[in-house]
């Protein structure tokens, strides 16, 4: 497998050095992609990254997962219009080790000459002087060359400036393939085309300090069709950690993907084939309200991501909110997964007290909760068939519900219409 060819059909490359391919195609090469430790978790932003490097390994050659542990105490500047808040040490050791437990999912670190490595640049910052740095490293890279590239220029011509902090990034990344480099004969370091500036500051400074040959390659910044930032929902970023984005969430979001965008992030973010996925297109092309591109992404990612059971949970998690589900689903999950189904989605308190001596449909549903505005248009709506409690036609305004009725000893699942749910939480 080519890999610089297999990322050009995908739609992924955006920048080659000259030169690059053609050192790849002669031998298994040592490649790598850095991932700075901001948060405890990575985020599907990062999955291009994380697919990059699965291509790498899969040509062949020997991929290299770097964890910023130091430069996450700088702060890249790139794509950014002011500095961020820098992290105690403590917070970056802990989202470190999260990264890296992340990141061991996607990459074989066992398959022998071209098993994954994964490193962290504390290791060689550590015990790196400043003296030692700026005379082993400032020195070989004018403040001209650095006052060119794009993160650097942007950020001057803005409102907030840059600190010598943030300025000083490009050389720490710099150093970074220089060491790699020279340790661990890391020829090419790859990543998003926002990374161009600094990746070259790479291959020069192993060119001037070493006079040695480094290469660069950077993939595409992925954007939705509709010009909205790529990984945000309403309620803010889609985690790679269940814990933080659960798996039906993780699944949802990519089945809602455009058709436009479903047929360029299914080349991008699964490991199928050219001919596997142009099938896939022409039988979505024949029938688009089946969704067939999207399903297909959905599954593989979320599989990928967290494991087959997730995806199973999270299709009939959609099948009870969507389909004919049974309650015997939510039998199976535990509280604490039964709150991430309805995340989102209106809740209501009610005491448990008061729901032991019975209630009556309407009184439970427009007087203890708001599923209903009144009395009235509660009862118009279950005299027509129009509501159900826990998946089960309510078939009378005075029906009574009470804690025998409780799924876990807590809930009761409100249904008004095929669609609108509402979770009732006795406490």
Same mark, same amino acid.
């Given at each position: 497998m080519n890999f610089v060819e297999e990322l050009r059909w995908r739609g992924m490359l955006h920048d080659?050095?000259?030169?690059?391919?053609?050192?790849?195609?002669?031998?298994?090469?040592?490649?790598?992609?850095?991932?700075?430790?901001?948060?405890?978790?990575?985020?599907?932003?990062?999955?291009?990254?994380?697919?990059?490097?699965?291509?790498?390994?899969?040509?062949?050659?020997?991929?290299?997962?770097?964890?910023?542990?130091?430069?996450?105490?700088?702060?890249?500047?790139?794509?950014?219009?002011?500095?961020?808040?820098?992290?105690?040490?403590?917070?970056?050791?802990?989202?470190?080790?999260?990264?890296?437990?992340?990141?061991?999912?996607?990459?074989?670190?066992?398959?022998?000459?071209?098993?994954?490595?994964?490193?962290?640049?504390?290791? +060689?910052?550590?015990?790196?002087?400043?003296?030692?740095?700026?005379?082993?490293?400032?020195?070989?890279?004018?403040?001209?060359?650095?006052?060119?590239?794009?993160?650097?220029?942007?950020?001057?011509?803005?409102?907030?400036?840059?600190?010598?902090?943030?300025?000083?990034?490009?050389?720490?990344?710099?150093?970074?393939?220089?060491?790699?480099?020279?340790e661990r004969n890391c020829q090419v370091q790859m990543g998003g085309s926002d990374q161009w500036g600094n990746i070259v500051t790479g291959t020069?400074?192993?060119?001037?300090?070493?006079?040695?040959?480094?290469?660069?390659?950077?993939?595409?910044?992925?954007?939705?069709?509709?010009?909205? #930032?790529?990984?945000?929902?309403?309620?803010?970023?889609? +985690?790679?950690?269940?814990?933080?984005?659960?798996?039906? #969430?993780?699944?949802?979001? +990519?089945?809602?993907?455009?058709?436009?965008?479903?047929?360029? +992030?299914?080349?991008?973010?699964?490991?199928?084939?050219?001919?596997?996925?142009?099938?896939?297109?022409?039988?979505?092309?024949?029938?688009?309200?089946l969704r067939i591109l999207q399903k297909a992404l959905a599954e593989e990612i979320t599989i990928r991501t967290h494991s087959d059971d997730a995806l199973q949970t999270a299709l009939k998690t959609s099948e009870f909110l969507f389909g004919n589900g049974s309650l015997e689903f939510l039998q199976s999950l535990s509280e604490t997964e039964i709150m991430e189904v309805f995340e989102g989605l209106p809740q209501f308190k009610i005491s448990k007290d008061e729901l032991a001596a019975g209630i009556t449909a309407t009184d439970l549903l427009a007087e203890k909760t708001a599923v209903f505005p009144s009395k009235g248009e509660a009862r118009k709506m279950i005299t027509g068939g129009g509501v159900s409690v826990n998946k089960e036609k309510v078939p009378d305004p005075v029906q009574l519900f009470s804690s025998a009725n409780l799924i876990k000893g807590k809930f009761l699942v409100a249904q008004k219409g095929k669609k609108n749910y509402f979770l009732i939480i006795a406490g």
């Open positions: 080659i050095m000259p030169g690059t391919e053609d050192e790849l195609n002669k031998q298994m090469t040592s490649g790598y992609i850095g991932f700075d430790p901001t948060a405890d978790s990575l985020h599907v932003g990062h999955l291009t990254q994380i697919m990059t490097l699965i291509h790498f390994q899969r040509a062949g050659h020997r991929p290299v997962a770097l964890v910023g542990g130091a430069t996450g105490m700088v702060g890249d500047p790139s794509g950014k219009s002011a500095e961020r808040n820098l992290l105690s040490e403590e917070i970056l050791n802990h989202n470190v080790k999260c990264l890296e437990h992340q990141l061991k999912k996607f990459l074989d670190f066992n398959c022998g000459a071209n098993s994954a490595e994964m490193v962290n640049n504390y290791d +060689w910052f550590k015990n790196f002087t400043f003296l030692d740095f700026i005379r082993d490293v400032g020195k070989h890279l004018t403040v001209n060359y650095m006052m060119a590239k794009d993160s650097v220029k942007k950020r001057l011509e803005g409102d907030t400036g840059m600190s010598f902090t943030e300025f000083s990034y490009q050389l720490v990344q710099g150093y970074d393939f220089y060491y790699l480099w020279k020069e400074l192993i060119r001037r300090k070493a006079a040695g040959t480094a290469y660069a390659i950077t993939t595409q910044l992925i954007k939705k069709a509709d010009g909205t #930032k790529f990984g945000k929902t309403e309620s803010g970023a889609v +985690w790679l950690d269940p814990a933080k984005t659960s798996p039906y #969430k993780f699944y949802q979001f +990519w089945l809602n993907t455009t058709d436009s965008d479903a047929k360029s +992030w299914i080349r991008i973010f699964t490991l199928k084939s050219q001919p596997e996925i142009e099938q896939l297109e022409n039988e979505h092309d024949e029938a688009p309200h």
